[in-house]
């Protein structure tokens, strides 16, 4: 059993920032690939950033510098810096790692709950 939890979201005004934050947990042998996604109401669900294990980082363009990704694979955490936020970045932000139970198995796709982030003044 794994489990992600995401931190962090809330209600910002335009121009704020916020730190969005993922934790894995449970029976994890390796961590692969951990990224954000987001999806606003009446949208398809977008990938935002994702970053690799060794901190190879791919951004959607509408982030491009805003946002910073980042990962303590110490911690199985990842992390999401954002600046300048538009109230286009509302959505609710999910949490995806890409990992395997044991050496031998499969990799798979794990998801959070969803945390939500507002931006309104």
């Known amino acids: 059993q794994v489990q992600l939890v995401e931190s962090g979201g809330g209600l910002v005004q335009p121009g704020g920032s916020l730190r969005l934050s993922c934790a894995a947990s449970g029976s994890i042998f390796s961590i692969y690939a951990m990224g954000w996604y987001r999806q606003a109401p009446g949208k398809q669900r977008e990938l935002v950033a994702d970053?690799?294990?060794?901190?190879?980082?791919n951004y959607a363009d509408s982030v491009k510098g805003r946002f910073t990704i980042s990962r303590d694979n110490a911690k199985n955490t990842v992390y999401l810096e954002m600046n300048s936020l538009k109230p286009e970045d509302t959505a609710l932000y999910y949490c995806?790692?890409?990992?395997?139970?044991?050496?031998?198995?499969?990799?798979?796709?794990?998801w959070g709950q969803g945390t939500q982030v507002t931006v309104s003044s």
């Open positions: 995806k790692a890409i990992l395997k139970h044991s050496e031998l198995g499969a990799d798979r796709p794990y």
């Open positions: 970053i690799s294990t060794r901190g190879i980082t």
